[in-house]
């Protein structure tokens, strides 16, 4: 007969064999990532470089001078930023200067978190600690699933709905603007003076839908306040205003508008992972600041939010990478005018989109292919720079909730 121990001892082994087999097949497929990451790198690197050497003369082809600096070009009496790589017979250029596109590409993101952050970190505020438990448990997962929609689709609606539509209704965009925050403000003012009862049937946790239709209020008073305001203020045409006493032309596809289709793209990824490092913050120290008096306030200002600054810093700065390197809703919202200006109502052009645009028709080899790649680059080191440091603020967060739970 078979001894009977033998079996239990073959069981472990297998169970041994296929822990180390799963072990060695996760070690290779992180070695793996991470040597596809620096692959990635060296590739652009090495194909960058030729840029910089000398030719037959000794005179390097390009310097860093022509590719940050404003040259002199024939017809201008001022030097200028210029990206023409492609130019008419007889013009001679091309013109290679990576700041229009740089310019653009932090103007994009820049306006891009400047719309996403407050909205994304309030509505996380809200989530972690204000909202109704049962409410959360449905929107939260809706808001994390924006971050699935592609971005050729919110660039689409961008540049095809939004961008005609705000350039006809200009005013009532001005108007929204004006009216919205303090409307809000007053709305929350207006429920802290209602009497008990109705307060009651109107809880805090809940204000995310009794609120709706208080938001749709607003925007029926803003559209018909939009005409008196614009007729009163801006003669009738804000359009003809902003051009005549500021010297604003506005671009039907601008800054604003990418900062709008980009703010909704990147908020989901911002809202998400503030939402879990609040989440994260041990309860007992909201509950100590309640029970010594705190209003719900100072406690989310004071307490709650040193506690996770960490993990919400983390969250803006993934946010800012994506908003750095996304490009089709670039691509199609911007008008991809490589321009250099501080007015946010013109178009831009970012790097991202120029890779796309440009790489396909660029010959291999050459300075216009190599400056693309030089572009892609500096992309790749921002992102790969931005997230790395993401993760190592995100570990410490860990670290710091793991000793104030075990000191709680």
Avoid: C
């Avoid at 820049?110 to 309030?122: F, K, N, Q, S």
């Avoid at 925007?219 to 005549?244: K, Q």
């Amino acid at each position: 007969m078979p001894d009977s121990s033998s079996s239990p001892l073959l069981r472990r082994r297998l169970r041994q064999g296929r822990d180390r087999l799963a072990t060695a097949l996760i070690t290779a497929g992180g070695i793996g990532v991470i040597a596809a990451v620096m692959a990635i790198g060296v590739f652009l690197a090495v194909e960058v470089l030729p840029l910089f050497w000398p030719d037959a003369s000794g005179e390097s082809p390009l310097s860093l001078s022509s590719l940050w600096l404003p040259q002199p070009y024939p017809g201008l009496d001022e030097p200028v930023y210029r990206w023409q790589p492609a130019l008419p017979e007889g013009d001679p250029g091309p013109r290679f200067s990576l700041a229009p596109l740089a310019w653009g590409t932090l103007e994009a993101a820049g306006w891009a978190l400047a719309i996403a952050v407050p909205l994304a970190l309030g509505a996380a505020a809200h989530s972690a600690l204000f909202m109704s438990r049962r409410l959360r448990a449905h929107l939260k997962p809706t808001l994390e699933l924006m971050e699935a929609l592609p971005g050729v689709v919110i660039g689409f609606l961008a540049g095809l709905v939004l961008a005609p539509w705000l350039e006809r209704h200009l005013g009532l965009g001005l108007t929204l603007l004006l009216l919205l925050p303090p409307g809000v403000v007053l709305g929350g003012a207006l429920w802290s003076r209602l009497p008990g009862r109705l307060r009651q049937r109107l809880p805090l946790g809940w204000s995310a839908l009794w609120l709706v239709p208080w938001l749709l209020l607003l925007w029926a008073l803003a559209a018909w306040l939009a005409p008196w305001l614009e007729g009163w203020w801006f003669g009738g045409d804000l359009r003809t205003w902003l051009a005549a006493h500021l010297g604003l032309d506005y671009a039907s596809r601008n800054a604003i508008i990418v900062g709008m289709a980009m703010g909704f793209a990147v908020m989901p990824t911002i809202y998400a992972l503030a939402e879990d490092a609040l989440s994260g913050v041990p309860k007992s120290l909201g509950e100590g600041a309640l029970a010594l008096g705190a209003t719900r306030w100072q406690t989310l200002w004071r307490v709650v939010l040193p506690a996770a600054a960490p993990g919400v810093f983390s969250a803006v700065m993934i946010g800012a990478g994506r908003a750095v390197g996304e490009t089709m809703i670039v691509l199609i919202a911007s008008g991809n005018t490589a321009l250099m200006n501080l007015n946010p109502l013109d178009g831009l052009r970012s790097m991202a989109a120029s890779i796309a645009i440009e790489l396909p028709e660029a010959a291999p080899g050459g300075s216009h292919y190599r400056l693309l790649l030089l572009a892609a680059l500096l992309l790749f080191l921002f992102t790969f720079l931005v997230n790395t440091l993401a993760e190592v603020i995100r570990t410490r967060l860990r670290r710091r909730y793991r000793r104030l739970g075990d000191t709680a």
